[in-house]
C-alpha cells in the first residue's frame, strides 16, 4: 500500500481560501467569483448580469443588464464587449426564469463543419446575499461561455459551478452578521447618546451634551450639531451646539465655516466627506450600502468642508444630517485629526446612531417651543399630509391662495353699507314758557321719563299779576260804563262814545289777563313721554316767553336717521327704486351693541349736508323689530346701520372704493 496522504492540491485550495474570505461589499465577491469560475470552467468569457422580474402588466421586462466581464476589458471598463450578446442574454433571462442553472447551446456552424455545435452557455443565478432575489428586486446570473464539450464533461463543470456558488451562501450570512454587528454597535451608541440627552433640562443643553458624548464616543477632535431654522430642508442650518464649548459666538469665522459646510449638507440631503473617498463604479445587483455610499460619497460636493478643513492637512471633516421621517431636521459635523469616522463603514455606524437619536431631539425641541409655535409645526406637519413634505409651507400658501382667489372671484356675499345713525322720535312737541312770569308750582313726578297723557296737568304758574290786572280792569270796565250812562243821560253823545270805548279796552285787558291766568296751567297737549325738561329747580324762577320747559314725544314709534356717505348712497337709491321694501337693515346701538334691530327704508332726503369732513345724505329708515326691540330705543341714542345693497363677489367689494377712485382720477 502506497501513503497518498502528502499529495498537495494548491490549486484548489487557492481557490476555496479565495471564496472563503471575507470580502467588504457583495460586488467585490460577485467578481471574485466570476473570475474563479471562469478559470475553473475554462470559459472563454464570463458575464455578470442583473435580471429584472419577468413580463409584467405594465409592459415586457427590462432587458438584462451587463454588470462585469471577465477576462477584464482592456480598457478598463468594468463591462466589455460580449460574445454572442443576444444568445447569452437570452440565457440569462431564462436561468432567472427558471431559478436554478442551465445550460444553452449556442448557433450551429455550416455543413462543412460537420454541423457541430459552436459551444455552450451556462447560465448560473447567484445569490449574493440572504435578501437577493426578493421581489421586486434584480436577480444576479452569472453566464460563462464554454467550448463545445460532451455531455458528461458539462455534467462535471456544472456540478463544479454548483459547488462554488455554494460560498454565496456564506458570503451572504458573514455579510448579515456584519450588518447585525452594525445595528447592535448603532444601538448601543444611539442609547448612550439618548441617556445623555435626557439628563438635559431644555434643548440646548441636550445639544451641547450630544455634542460632547459623541465626541467622546468616536474620539473625534471637534463635534458641532446644528439645527435646521424653518420648516422643512428649505431652510438654513444654524449652529447651536459645538463639543467642549458653552456658549457660541456666530460671529466667529470658524463657526460660520461649520455653518457653511452644514447648509452644504442640507442642500445635498447626505452625509458629505472630506476628503472625497475614491469611487468604485456602479454597484452590482444586491450591492449592499458600502459601495453605493462609496460613490455617493465621491460625487458630494465638498466647498465648504474643504474650506473647513484648510487649517490641517490631516484634518478628515464628515457632515452627517439629522433626519425624522425623510425630513432633515438638523446636521452633525464631524472633525477628526486620527481617529473618528473617517472611513464609510464608521460612517454608516454614526448615520444609524443619529438616525436613531433624531426623533428624540426633535421631541427635546418641540417641548422647549412656545404654544403659538408648536401649533405652526402642528399645521404644517398636517399640511404634509395633504401637499408633501417638501416645500410644504409654500405649497400650503399656494394652496391657500388659489382657495381664497376662487372664493373671492366666483362666491356672492351680501353686501351691506355701513354709516352712523342717531334716533329719533317721529313726532315731538315742545312745551314752553305761555308769558313772562314764574313758575309757581309743579304736579308730583313731573321729571323727564315720566309718561303724561293728553290734558294732564304739569305744572302752574303765578298769576299773581293776571289777578291784580284783571280786578283793574273789571274796576276800569263799571266805571267806564257808569260814565258812558251819565253822558248818555246828559246828551253828551261824543263823550259817552269816548267813555265806552274805555270800557271796551278794559274789557281786552281782562280777557287777556283771563287768557293768561287760563295758561298758566300747563297741560299735556298728547299723550307721550317727558323726554327733556326738569323744573324741579325752577320753581319760583322767573321765565321769559318762549322759553322751553318741556319735550314729549310718543316712544312707540321712532325713526332711524342714518348719514350714509355720498360714496354710497347711489347703490341705496337703485336699490329703493327696486321696490318700496327693497331696502333693508339692521342698526345697533352704542347702548346695546349686541341687539339688532331690523329696518326699512323709508326715504332718502335729497340734499347733502357737510357733517366731519364728510358729504353725507341724510336717510331716514323705519324700525320693523317686535315691540320689546323697539321699546328699548330712546330718542337720540347713536350707533350704527348697515344696508343691503344686494349681492356682489368678494372681489368686487374690496376693489370698490379703489375702481371709483379710479374712474374719478382717469375722467375727463
Not at 12 to 35: I, N, T, Y
Not at 216 to 237: E, K, L, M, N, P
Not at 391 to 402: D, F, N, R, S
Request: glycine letters at 8%; proline letters at 4%.
Amino acid at each position: 500500500m502506497i501513503d497518498l496522504s502528502s499529495l498537495k492540491t494548491p490549486g484548489w485550495q487557492r481557490v476555496v481560501a479565495e471564496l472563503s474570505a471575507a470580502a467588504p461589499d457583495d460586488k467585490v465577491f460577485l467578481a471574485r467569483l466570476l473570475g474563479i469560475l471562469v478559470q475553473v470552467s475554462g470559459a472563454k468569457q464570463g458575464v455578470l448580469f442583473a435580471v429584472e422580474r419577468g413580463e409584467t402588466e405594465s409592459g415586457p421586462a427590462p432587458e438584462p443588464r451587463a454588470v462585469l466581464t471577465w477576462p477584464p476589458s482592456g480598457d478598463g471598463q468594468a463591462v466589455g464587449a460580449i460574445e454572442n450578446a443576444t444568445d447569452v442574454r437570452a440565457a440569462a433571462r431564462g436561468a432567472a426564469d427558471a431559478g436554478q442553472i442551465r445550460v444553452f447551446g449556442t448557433e450551429k456552424s455550416a455543413a462543412f463543419y460537420d454541423d457541430q455545435e459552436k459551444g455552450s452557455i451556462i447560465a448560473l443565478p447567484v445569490q449574493s446575499g440572504p435578501d437577493q432575489g426578493t421581489a421586486g428586486g434584480p436577480k444576479g446570473v452569472i453566464t460563462l461561455i464554454v467550448e463545445s464539450r460532451s455531455k458528461q464533461a458539462l455534467q462535471t463543470t456544472m456540478a463544479m459551478i454548483e459547488v462554488l456558488a455554494g460560498y454565496t451562501n456564506l458570503h451572504g450570512v458573514r455579510q448579515q452578521l456584519l450588518r447585525v454587528k452594525a445595528a447592535s454597535a448603532a444601538l448601543d451608541l444611539a442609547a448612550k447618546l439618548i441617556a445623555s440627552i435626557n439628563t438635559s433640562s431644555n434643548f440646548k443643553g441636550a445639544t451641547i451634551q450630544l455634542a460632547n458624548d459623541l465626541a467622546r464616543q468616536i474620539r473625534a477632535d471637534r463635534v458641532a450639531v446644528g439645527w435646521v431654522r424653518g420648516i422643512g430642508s428649505s431652510g438654513a442650518v444654524r449652529c447651536i451646539g459645538v463639543s467642549d464649548t458653552e456658549n457660541i459666538d456666530r460671529r466667529m469665522a470658524m463657526i460660520q465655516k461649520i455653518e457653511a459646510a452644514m447648509d452644504e449638507c442640507l442642500d445635498q440631503e447626505q452625509a458629505v466627506l472630506y476628503p472625497a473617498p475614491p469611487a468604485h463604479g456602479e454597484a452590482g445587483p444586491g450591492a449592499a450600502g458600502g459601495s453605493a455610499g462609496d460613490a455617493l460619497l465621491s460625487q458630494a460636493i465638498t466647498h465648504a468642508h474643504r474650506e473647513l478643513g484648510a487649517s490641517d492637512a490631516r484634518l478628515k471633516v464628515v457632515s452627517l444630517p439629522l433626519r425624522e421621517n425623510d425630513k432633515i431636521i438638523g446636521v452633525v459635523t464631524v472633525e477628526s485629526t486620527a481617529e473618528g469616522p473617517a472611513d464609510i463603514g464608521s460612517i454608516e455606524l454614526v448615520q444609524s446612531a443619529l438616525d436613531l437619536v433624531s426623533p428624540v431631539l426633535n421631541v427635546r425641541r418641540s417641548d422647549d417651543r412656545t404654544v403659538a409655535t408648536r401649533a405652526w409645526f402642528s399645521t404644517v406637519k398636517g399640511g404634509a399630509w395633504l401637499v408633501g413634505t417638501r416645500h410644504t409651507v409654500w405649497k400650503l400658501a399656494g394652496l391657500a391662495i388659489l382657495i381664497v382667489g376662487m372664493l373671492v372671484t366666483f362666491v356672492h356675499v351680501p353686501y351691506r353699507v355701513e354709516a352712523p345713525v342717531e334716533v329719533q322720535a317721529r313726532v315731538k312737541y315742545t312745551m314752553s314758557m305761555p308769558y313772562d312770569g314764574i313758575v309757581e308750582s309743579l304736579e308730583p313726578g313731573i321729571l323727564p321719563g315720566k309718561l303724561v297723557h293728553k290734558g294732564d296737568l304739569l305744572a302752574t304758574m303765578d298769576t299773581t299779576r293776571q289777578d291784580v290786572q284783571a280786578a283793574e280792569a273789571q274796576s276800569q270796565i263799571i266805571a267806564a260804563e257808569k260814565e258812558a250812562d251819565q253822558y248818555r243821560n246828559s246828551r253828551k253823545f261824543v263823550e259817552a262814545q269816548q267813555a265806552q270805548e274805555r270800557a271796551n279796552q278794559a274789557r281786552a285787558h281782562l280777557r287777556e289777563a283771563e287768557d293768561e291766568i287760563a295758561r298758566a296751567k300747563m297741560t299735556a297737549p298728547i299723550t307721550g313721554t317727558i323726554i327733556a325738561g326738569d323744573l324741579s329747580d325752577k320753581i319760583g324762577a322767573a321765565g321769559k316767553l318762549g322759553d322751553p320747559i318741556f319735550q314729549i314725544a310718543p316712544l312707540n314709534d321712532m325713526i332711524v336717521i342714518a348719514r350714509v356717505s355720498d360714496r354710497d348712497i347711489a347703490m341705496i337709491q337703485d336699490e329703493i327704486a327696486a321696490g318700496e321694501n327693497a331696502t333693508h337693515g339692521d342698526i345697533a346701538t352704542k347702548a346695546a351693541p349686541g341687539k339688532k334691530i331690523p329696518i326699512i327704508v323709508e326715504r332718502i332726503v335729497p340734499l347733502a349736508q357737510a357733517k366731519e369732513g364728510k358729504n353725507t345724505f341724510e336717510v331716514r329708515c323705519r324700525l320693523t323689530g317686535d315691540a320689546a326691540q323697539t321699546l328699548a330705543l330712546r330718542p337720540g341714542m347713536e350707533g350704527f346701520i348697515k344696508l343691503d345693497t344686494g349681492r356682489r363677489t368678494l372681489l368686487d367689494i374690496g376693489t370698490r372704493r379703489i375702481r371709483d377712485q379710479l374712474r374719478l382720477w382717469l375722467w375727463w
